[in-house]
């Protein structure tokens, strides 16, 4: 018999009678279970970087992601498709999206491929298990000794270095995730890219089946399948494999203003509500403006294009500028605002002002 052998010690069910069932818990509620690895992937272009990045920035901040509340944790995302200043580009804009700013990130660290030109984990042998490289063994260690509890590591193929159809090379690599889940008592999050058979069919897998089956949950990031090309900002976060959550949830999702956001239709109503406080907040925001002597136009071309102002004001709360336009139009069209001409007759400029209502 080996040497290294061991007796089994299963665990017996007769003992956890009248035990407290531990809940099940999220690292984003339906979609990444803690202690597992969930895998995020999506075409090169589509943005999940971006959206990983959003998840991250949440976890660290303690803040709802897409409509779903997030525990605050301490992070580190991993990027090895961007550089330091594309990422401090990207976290600026999901920052705004919070209104809060780097200041606020104590829970937030970033590596770089500038700090880490080889981040590959494993090296598999022809035969024998694989060794774990240097960097596998630096990044636990930082990861347990800073308590981290969320990782993102961006993209799979810097990382995994092997044979993407060796079902035994893939499960050995996401075993290896999976303890580093496990050690740092949080969840890993890994994109990627998916194959052409993934692409043609829809399912978004990479390579072989076994980083399907091996992870315990995959989402596909991809834009609507539609004829329509009109919408380049939509997008479309489907769950593809979900041990402990339904499976085919869908969530339809846009980009504006430098991140991802939930595209909620604009009819029902909740949307009518929502179209309410847009405007409500359009209004204070014009009179704020106002009351300072600042003018406003509806001209996008301007630099003081209504929308984009107001957007840049704490008031505007968790409106986009989307949003802000669209109740720009729609206040235009009740008759609550209008241009109005100021200036010299011969430099004549147009601003928007709040329209009277008094009896005539």
Request: proline share 2%; net charge negative.
């Given at each position: 018999m080996p040497a290294n052998t061991r007796p089994l010690a299963p665990h017996d069910p007769l003992t956890w009678q009248d035990a407290e069932i531990p809940p099940r818990r999220w690292a984003w509620p339906g979609l990444i279970p803690d202690t597992q690895v969930t895998m995020l992937s999506g075409d090169g272009g589509v943005g999940k970087t971006l959206l990983?990045?959003?998840?991250?920035?949440?976890?660290?901040?303690?803040?709802?992601?897409l409509g779903r509340d997030v525990e605050a944790k301490k992070v580190l995302f991993v990027a090895m498709e961007d550089d330091k200043d594309e990422m401090m580009r990207r976290l600026a804009d999901v920052l705004q999206s919070y209104?809060?700013?780097?200041?606020?990130?104590?829970?937030?660290?970033?590596?770089?491929?500038?700090?880490?030109?080889?981040?590959?984990?494993?090296?598999?042998?022809?035969?024998g298990e694989p060794e774990h490289t240097p960097f596998c063994i630096r990044l636990l260690n930082y990861c347990v000794d800073n308590g981290i509890q969320f990782l993102v590591l961006d993209s799979l193929h810097d990382?995994?270095?092997?044979?993407?159809n060796s079902r035994t090379q893939v499960r050995r690599f996401v075993r290896e995730l999976r303890t580093f889940a496990k050690e740092m008592d949080g969840a890993v999050l890994l994109t990627a890219h998916p194959s052409l058979s993934g692409r043609n069919t829809g399912t978004g897998e990479a390579g072989s089946t076994a980083w399907n089956n091996s992870v315990r949950s995959r989402l596909y990031f991809t834009r609507p399948d539609s004829d329509d090309d009109d919408d380049p900002d939509a997008r479309v976060l489907t769950t593809k494999k979900a041990n402990y959550a339904s499976v085919g949830e869908t969530i339809s999702l846009r980009w504006s203003d430098g991140v991802f956001a939930l595209d909620q239709p604009d009819t029902g109503m909740v949307a009518s509500i929502e179209r309410g406080q847009a405007e409500t907040v359009f209004l204070e925001c014009l009179d704020k403006l106002t009351a300072r002597g600042t003018h406003v136009s509806e001209s996008p071309h301007a630099g003081n294009y209504a929308p984009k102002v107001i957007s840049r004001m704490p008031e505007r709360g968790r409106f986009k500028v989307r949003d802000i336009e669209r109740a720009m139009q729609r206040l235009f069209s009740d008759g609550d605002i209008k241009n109005e001409s100021y200036g010299p007759p011969s430099r004549l400029k147009t601003r928007i002002v709040r329209c009277s209502h008094d009896a005539q």
């Open positions: 990983s990045l959003q998840i991250a920035v949440a976890k660290a901040l303690g803040r709802r992601c209104n809060a700013d780097f200041g606020d990130l104590e829970n937030l660290w970033i590596i770089d491929h500038t700090l880490e030109d080889n981040p590959e984990l494993l090296q598999f042998q022809a035969y990382f995994f270095t092997g044979n993407e």
